[in-house]
């Protein structure tokens, strides 16, 4: 296909060739939805044939149906690249040094010319080109280790990503940061929680929402903030820094085992579950919201342990669940299962019998609650004490997704059971807590009068 009309096909292709209208250019578009003006973008190779796609001088993208195109007018052409300026990251030796490991969560972008979508823009020059910011808040060197979409990551490159932080804190940098997609990046935090423990720096987990082509991108100010919680902050622990309100005010940097993502799209959309977030970060400060915290040091120790067992699931219950579920988990030679259970930790009796025999056959199974916020509590009714006279084991107020990691990686160091459930119930970075706070569990239904005055109180 000539590059005049990249990517279109069908329909679509026919509609521009009928106009004579080019990908890139500037048009007019008269449609029965209205008139739209703006630049027409190359198509995916995978997508529809229905649609000519314009960016908006706004920024944002739309598509118009081509059965509604009345008229198309070219009233300028310029072929974008969307190529992010590169230069050199300037070297100033009084700031700390901080290294950026890619897994390929979009941070800065461009657009990719085969599919139509934005892919990562990584070095240093690439970053200092669309954030030149950073260059007051550290020196930043980049290594991408991969470029995968997050629900790609897996224990794989967990273990390359412990064993490559644990290589720079050797080294002596002051601190790490690692671009990661949104969708995975609290089994990652979870994960890497329990893989490098008492770090000397802080290990800060960032993403965006929206990628860095669109106006609302959240991509450059989460970047900033987890620069500066590299570089500055005294936590030294694994972090998720993205923002906390919806707007620009500030970002939360959340415990790497208490963090959930909690929204499709929000850029507000992470959460800390069952405590409080650690601090609040903005561009001139980082603000603690608690104390108990591991602390930065001056020394390089680390404790590194890169291992996962890959044979582990996790099973969210539901009414009428089969217990053909735990059997084929069994015969298929699954070493360990999380249940994310109703209420105080519940599953329907027959399922009773599969995991009698799961247990009986040596598999770890550990309860946790897909209510999220709470304990599991399975002596309170007789269903929770019988599920754990068959062996099932309560984790506590672990959450479901950091229970699967931390079996993975309990299991990825012993086939011992006694010691698998030593590690498991032994709190790292507060996987596990005595209680919740009071002011932690804040969730409020929107619509009803109180609430839409509260809002009115802090947003007018």
Known sequence: MSDLFKGYKGAALETLKKFNIRVWSEANITSSRGEFTGIILPRAENDDDRHIVLKLATGYNIGITTETITDMKEIGYKEAHYKIPEKEFPYTPELPNVKLFGTGGTIASRLDYRTGAVIPAFSPGELYGAVPELADICNLTTEKLFAVFSENMGPKQYITLAKAIGQEIERGIDGIIIGHGTDTMHHTAGALSFMIQNSPVPIVLV??????????????????????????????????????????????LHQGTRVRKMHSSYRSTFRTIGDIPLAMVDREKITPIKNDYKRRRKDREVKITPCFEERVAMVYYYPNMHPDIIDSLVDNGYKGIVIAGTGLGHINKPVYPAIERATKEGVAIYMTVQTLWGFVHMFVYDTGRDLMAKGIIPTENMLPEVAYVKLGWALGQTDDLDKVREIMLTPISSDITEREPYDGYLIFQGGVPEMREFIRGIHR
């Open 207 to 252: 993403g965006s929402q929206r990628s860095s082509d669109r106006p609302s991108s959240d991509a450059a100010l989460n970047l900033m903030h987890a620069a500066k919680t590299a570089a500055e902050s005294d936590i030294a622990e694994v972090l998720v820094c993205m923002f906390g309100p919806t707007s620009d005010e500030y970002g939360l």
